[in-house]
C-alpha cells in the first residue's frame, strides 16, 4: 500500500453517507445448506433462517463510485449475537481499505462486469481468476414503495464485526425506495461465493434509489 493512499484513504472520518442503487435478495437457508458453506462464516442455526444477499451500485461516496457483493447475516435466533457481513467483495482498493480500517468490514477487493438488457441486469464478478455470475430480471411494471430504517427493528440493524483483533459495533442508517424483483439465477459460484441457486429464494427487491450512512463505530479490543 503506498504512502500516498494510505495518507488519502485515512484522512476520510465516518460518519458517510452514500447513494446509488441496490438489489436485495432474501433467502431461506436450511442448516445443511449453512453446514455446506461453513467457509464463509454464515453463523450456525439449527433450523434454519433468513439471510440476505445485497449487490449494490454506489454513485456517490466519500471515495468515489464503486460495485459491492455481499452477504448480511441475521442469526437473531440467538439473542448474543448481532447482524454481521461474513463476507464481501468490492471494486475498489480504497473501499476495501477503508471498510476494513473504519468498521472492521472483511472486505476484499474484485472487478465486476455489468450487462443491463431492457429489464435484465448481469452482473459478472471475477476474484483471483474466479468469475462467477448474477442474472437479476425486475418486472417491467412494478410499484414502488418508500423504507426507512427508522421503521425496522434497532437491533436488525446493528451490525457487529470483528477484525483483526478488534470488535466494531455501528448501526446502519439508510432511506430509499423499494420494488419487487422478478428473478435471480447464479452461475460458477466455485469458492468465491455460496451457490444460492441451491437455497430458496424468497421475496426480494430492487432498490432504484437509495442514501446509507454509515456511523463511527465503537471499537474494542475482544
Not at 131 to 158: D, G, I
Not at 170 to 198: C, E, H, M, V, Y
Amino acid at each position: 500500500m503506498s504512502e500516498e493512499l494510505n495518507t488519502t484513504t485515512f484522512s476520510l472520518y465516518p460518519p458517510w453517507h452514500l447513494q446509488g442503487d441496490a438489489f436485495i435478495l432474501n433467502y431461506w437457508l436450511t442448516p445443511k445448506f449453512i453446514a455446506q458453506h461453513r467457509t464463509f462464516y454464515i453463523a450456525p442455526s439449527p433450523i434454519g433462517r433468513v439471510v440476505q444477499v445485497i449487490l449494490v451500485r454506489y454513485h456517490d461516496s466519500p471515495v468515489g463510485p464503486y460495485d459491492e457483493l455481499l452477504i448480511l447475516d441475521h442469526p437473531l435466533i440467538s439473542k448474543r449475537r448481532l447482524s454481521s457481513i461474513p463476507k464481501i467483495y468490492v471494486s475498489t482498493e480504497a473501499s476495501m481499505l477503508n471498510g476494513q480500517h473504519f468498521w472492521g468490514i472483511p472486505k476484499q477487493l474484485a472487478q465486476f462486469e455489468w450487462l443491463i438488457h431492457d429489464d435484465v441486469v448481469y452482473c459478472n464478478i471475477c476474484f483471483e481468476q474466479q468469475e462467477m455470475s448474477l442474472c437479476l430480471q425486475k418486472y417491467k411494471h412494478s410499484q414502488t414503495f418508500y423504507v426507512n430504517s427508522h421503521h425496522l427493528p434497532a437491533r436488525l440493524l446493528k451490525i457487529d464485526q470483528a477484525w483483526q483483533g478488534l470488535r466494531y459495533q455501528f448501526t446502519l442508517q439508510f432511506r430509499g425506495k423499494l420494488s419487487k424483483l422478478k428473478q435471480a439465477s447464479w452461475k460458477n459460484t466455485q469458492d468465491i461465493f455460496p451457490d444460492f441457486s441451491q437455497a430458496r429464494y424468497l421475496h426480494s427487491f430492487y432498490v432504484p434509489e437509495f442514501s446509507l450512512t454509515l456511523p463511527k463505530a465503537k471499537i474494542e479490543k475482544k
